[in-house]
T-cell receptor, first 111, second 113 residues
Framework: NAGVTQTPKFRVLKTGQSMTLLCAQD?????MYWYRQDPGMGLRLIHY???????AKGEVPDGYNVSRLKKQNFLLGLESAAPSQTSVYFC??????????FGPGTRLTVL | EDQVTQSPEALRLQEGESSSLNCSYT??????LFWYRQDPGKGPEFLFT???AGEEKEKERLKATLTKKESFLHITAPKPEDSATYLC??????????????FGSGTQLTVLP
């Protein structure tokens, strides 16, 4: 039981490049979330999904897109990366008791 | 707008020196308050959920309490391995079903041997 996994762990992009972050969970959870964490600002919700085939915007969705084609996977895409998107990205899934289980994070730098 | 404020931002303790971390919140209707621990370079790890004022939860040297305006994370006789950033988050009643969490910015705890 791996819990929540994220790939890649680190990535450096140039402004304007695109990339996709992959989140996978093996706990059969319906709800999944993408957050970004910046110094002094806490975790902020980007997008979330309440089930396979559904997605919705969170607090800071601009510049990101998501897809949930399979229940176990939640993808976060950056179509045209900007330096303001330099951050640590966390994926989470929600358990039956309402707690969220987090992945190890992806550290993204946009030059 | 829901707000969560944690204090202090950073706390340094000697091993065995008990203390408390504070999480104050202003929300429309609290569904639950969550505490997480985050080690450097890792994702947050779930510690506790509190649902109603007066509720307490304990785990080893940690005890979380909840009032109508704030929550405290009490650390009794801390050890160096308790060093981490402690995050507080609230979940509120909304018309939607996302059950999102709103996080505070955390308290960075350092326990010196």
């Amino acid at each position: 039981n791996a819990g929540v996994t994220q790939t890649p762990k680190f990535r450096v992009l140039k402004t304007g490049q695109s990339m996709t972050l992959l989140c996978a969970q093996d706990m059969n959870h319906e709800y999944m979330y993408w957050y970004r964490q910046d110094p002094g600002m806490g975790l902020r919700l980007i997008h979330y999904s309440v089930g396979e085939g559904t997605t919705a915007k969170g607090e800071v969705p601009d510049g990101y897109n998501v897809s949930r084609l399979k229940k176990q996977n939640f993808l976060l895409g950056l179509e045209s990366a900007a330096p303001s998107q330099t951050s640590v990205y966390f994926c989470a899934s929600r358990g039956q008791s309402n707690e969220q289980f987090f992945g190890p994070g992806t550290r993204l730098t946009v030059l | 707008e829901d707000q969560v404020t944690q204090s202090p931002e950073a706390l340094r303790l000697q091993e065995g020196e008990s203390s408390s971390l504070n999480c104050s919140y202003t929300v429309s209707g609290l569904r639950g308050l969550f505490w997480y621990r985050q080690d450097p370079g890792k994702g947050p790890e779930f510690l506790f959920t509190l649902y109603s004022a007066g509720e307490e939860k304990e785990k080893e040297r940690l005890k979380a309490t909840l009032t109508k305006k704030e929550s405290f994370l009490h650390i009794t006789a801390p050890k160096p391995e308790d060093s981490a950033t402690y995050l507080c988050a609230v979940q509120v009643y909304t018309s939607g079903s996302a059950r999102q969490l709103t996080f505070g910015s955390g308290t960075q705890l350092t326990v010196l041997p």
